[in-house]
């Protein structure tokens, strides 16, 4: 007998998205206000600005890269607000995910993989949220580049597993979807890190407009796990308790089948 099914979590992976994007630009939009950052909109930029000059001057310290809009006060207690609250969906989204293509697939190494990259890039996250560049850079940088590559795998081996489990049209429509995702992600995340070392103020705000989208299509990537958690019933968590209790089911087996092996070579030799 089938389990009963679970639509509601079909709305988790569409929070996720609509959560982060808006907080992210409410976050832009305090850091605007503020004059810690200069516009998206703006290219010119000066070497230095004087105290007593117009107040849009922009130096390389006001582009407006995702983590420079999130440094300084108040700004900054939103920005760590909204990642870790994000962190926490990642993780929630990334362990649904695994259970459901275990319950259609059952194990899988990609789906291992995927998990397992979709939390490390929790964890990173979390550190590019709570150290702010300007204050701590080293653990800022460290967090991106945990965060961000990692959550680039996590994007492909998504798309690789949404091919697998594809039995209909649409569903072979989605993975074309994530796949397109996918590939302009890596496209940005590429530019972004070329330009971001380069000493141009026209390159490194090209830099900061890849960031942006390379976040924003990450995150609409997680939004598409709509489609499939609308089917999430009650089996599929019982798939995943059963997961969880099948290494400490082998262990006890083995245990008892090793236990047993040793009584009855000692009660050979006794025999002997």
């Known amino acids: 007998m089938p389990g009963s099914r679970m639509p509601a979590w079909g709305i988790l992976p569409v929070t996720l998205p609509a959560f982060t994007i808006t907080g992210m630009w409410i976050v832009y939009a305090m850091a605007l206000s503020n004059n810690h950052i200069c516009p998206v909109h703006n ?3 000066n070497q230095s600005c004087d105290m007593d000059g117009p107040s849009s001057c922009c130096t390389l310290d006001h582009i407006p890269l995702v983590s420079k809009c999130g440094t300084l006060p108040p700004e900054s207690c939103f920005f760590s607000l909204i990642c870790s609250l994000g962190s926490f969906m990642v993780i929630l989204v990334g362990l649904l995910r695994y259970a ?5 697939l059952g194990p899988s190494l990609l789906n291992t993989l995927g998990l397992a990259t979709g939390w490390v890039c929790a964890a990173g996250l979390t550190m590019v949220g709570n150290f702010q560049v300007d204050h701590a850079k080293v653990l800022h940088y460290i967090g991106a580049g945990v965060a961000f590559p990692t959550s680039m795998l996590f994007l492909l081996l998504q798309s690789i597993l949404t091919y697998r489990m594809a039995k209909t049209r649409g569903q072979y429509w989605t993975g074309h979807l994530r796949s397109i995702l996918t590939t302009v992600a890596f496209v940005t995340l590429v530019f972004s890190g070329v330009f971001f070392i380069q000493e141009s103020f026209v390159l490194q705000h090209v830099a900061a407009l890849c960031e942006w989208m390379f976040i924003i299509d990450v995150l609409v990537f997680y939004g ?4 499939e958690f609308g089917a999430i019933s009650t089996d599929t ?5 059963k997961a969880s209790r099948a290494p400490k089911s082998y262990k006890d087996e083995s245990s008892v089948s090793s236990t047993a092996h040793i009584h009855s070579h000692v009660e050979g030799l006794a025999m002997a």
């Open 237 to 241: 968590f019982l798939v995943l308790l």
């Open 100 to 104: 459901h293509i275990l319950e259609r």
């Open 43 to 45: 290219w010119n930029y």
């Open 224 to 227: 598409t796990f709509t489609f």
